[in-house]
Structure formats: structure tokens, C-alpha cells
């Protein structure tokens, strides 16, 4: 009792300075503004909850994120059982995809055109492709930099498991990020069959 | 040596700083002889610049900010 009257920040102060990254997490997992709103209050009203019983009030951006992510994560949970069984395709290497396919036979930077094809709102909707937990695997590992490890304490899921989600999601997004481009007709693949 | 198909699959890994010092080695011996897997590895480079861009889309809109802050604002009041 005498401790909430302590040096430790309250709930309001602890979260408001991180709206707006937790906002852009929210957004890059949800891919449209209204979900990404929805989820993150959702998450302000869990944090609020377990606040009371949080000791690791040092690391409140962490804290947070754990707390969003398992938001999100329970709200995928249904498509989660479908997206185990989609397969993706390993093999794909859109690197050597493009090597291949040479969309701008003009250029010395082919690689480098290509990917200056995706503006921000396409690669939002690029995410999107990603099954749930390939798509939060990448997000926080490669936008947000924490570790497969921490990313398994967040969803409650072994390393291991995280690592092949890595793994997996790469591939997806690769394959994602050539279909996009093939299907908005970004580039012209001229005679090259599909 | 190991192949470039090995290669590829480490060099996500890699930039994040996930691969144990054997497995690194032997990336890294390779990338010193294999222009097509140096070429991969800055690709996935790029990649993930990519991903880490779309800053003006996720700009908390000022409407949603003052409804969230609201929010915030009750939850921690009311306790
Ligand atoms: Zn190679």
C-alpha cells in the first residue's frame, strides 16, 4: 500500500511516452489504422490490469510489447491453426528471382529498383500477406530488434519455435514482396510466363 | 567450405548477430570467396531497411492520440 505512493511512475506516466511506438507496432501487425486503434486500446486496458502486479517497471517499451503482442496474438489465435498448415514455399529466393526475371533490363541496380518499387502503404500491405505469428516474428525481430528469445517469452512460444517463425516468414515475405509486385503490375515481365 | 545454399539460409541470421561463432566462420569464409552470396547479403540488408521504413504512415494521428491519452487518463484516474 504504502509502495503505490512510492518514487514509481504511475500507470498514465508510464505508458503515455510510448503511444506513439506502440502505435506503429500495432499498426505494422494490423496493416490498416482502425484495427491498429482497436488492438492498441485493447492493450492499454491489459496493461492497466496486470500494472499493479508489473516489477519490471524499469523496462516499460519492453513490458508493453509483450503486452501488445499477446493482444494481438490472441486475436489471431483462430487463424493461427489455418496458417500452421498453409505451406511456404522454401525454395523461393527473390534475390535470384530477380536476377532472373530481370524486371529493368536497363539498370545496373536491379535489386535496389525493385525494391524502390514499395512505398510505405505497400509495404504495410506486404505484411499483411505474412501468416500472424510469421508476421510478428519479422516485425519485432527486424523493425524492432528483439531477440528470438525474448520474442518466445512475449508469445509464450519455445526459441526454437521462433526461429523457424523467422525462418518461415522470410521466405513468405520474399515470395510476397515479387507477387505484389507482379500482381500491381509494377513491373513488366514482358514474355516471361508466370 | 560450406555451399551457397547454407550461406543464404545464415545471412538473416547473421546481421542479427544470431549465429554462433562456428556457424559465423563459415559465412564469413565464404562471403570472402562468393560474389553472389555478398550480393544476397546486401540485399537482405536493403530488406530489412525496408521494413524498418514506413515512418510517416505510422505517425500517431493527432485524433486517435488525444482518444488514447483520454483513455489513459480515465484508467489511471479512476484506480
Ligand atoms: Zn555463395
Not at chain 1, 486496458?45 to 496474438?73: G, I, K, M, N, Q
Not at chain 1, 529466393?93 to 536476377?99: E, G, P, S, Y
Not at chain 1, 504495410?124 to 525481430?141: C, D
Not at chain 1, 512460444?157 to 507477387?179: D, F, I, N
Request: proline residues 3%.
Amino acid at each position: 500500500m504504502a509502495e503505490a505512493a512510492g518514487p514509481g511512475l504511475g500507470y498514465e506516466e508510464c505508458v503515455r511516452p510510448h503511444l506513439d511506438y506502440l502505435y506503429g507496432v500495432a499498426l505494422r501487425l494490423c496493416g490498416n489504422r482502425t484495427a491498429a486503434e482497436d488492438l492498441l486500446q485493447d492493450a492499454l486496458l491489459r496493461a492497466f490490469r496486470a500494472f499493479r502486479s508489473l516489477r519490471d517497471r524499469e523496462h516499460p517499451r519492453r513490458w508493453l510489447t509483450r503486452v501488445l503482442t499477446s493482444a494481438f496474438y490472441d486475436r489471431v489465435r483462430m487463424e493461427l491453426n489455418d496458417a500452421l498448415h498453409r505451406s511456404v514455399e522454401e525454395d523461393f529466393d527473390l534475390f535470384d528471382k530477380i536476377a532472373e526475371e530481370d524486371p529493368f533490363p536497363y539498370s545496373d541496380r536491379v535489386h535496389l529498383d525493385f525494391l524502390e518499387l514499395f512505398d510505405d502503404a505497400r509495404i504495410l500491405e506486404v505484411l499483411q500477406g505474412l501468416a500472424p505469428q510469421h508476421r510478428v516474428a519479422v516485425i519485432l525481430a527486424y523493425v524492432y530488434g528483439f531477440t528470438a528469445r525474448e520474442i518466445g517469452e512475449f508469445t509464450g512460444r519455445p526459441v526454437g519455435t521462433v526461429l523457424s517463425w523467422l525462418h518461415r516468414g522470410r521466405k513468405q515475405l520474399e515470395r510476397e514482396l515479387w507477387e505484389h509486385a507482379v500482381s500491381h503490375h509494377l513491373i513488366d515481365r514482358g514474355a516471361v510466363g508466370r | 567450405m560450406i555451399s551457397c545454399r547454407e550461406a543464404v539460409a545464415r545471412l538473416w541470421a547473421y546481421l542479427d548477430r544470431n549465429l554462433e561463432r562456428l556457424q559465423e566462420q563459415e559465412l564469413e569464409e565464404h562471403l570472402g570467396l562468393c560474389r553472389h552470396c555478398c550480393g544476397e547479403l546486401e540485399f537482405a540488408r536493403h530488406v530489412r531497411a525496408l521494413l524498418q521504413r514506413p515512418g510517416a504512415a505510422v505517425e500517431l494521428p493527432t485524433e486517435t492520440r488525444a482518444k488514447l491519452e483520454d483513455f489513459i487518463r480515465q484508467l489511471g484516474g479512476g484506480a
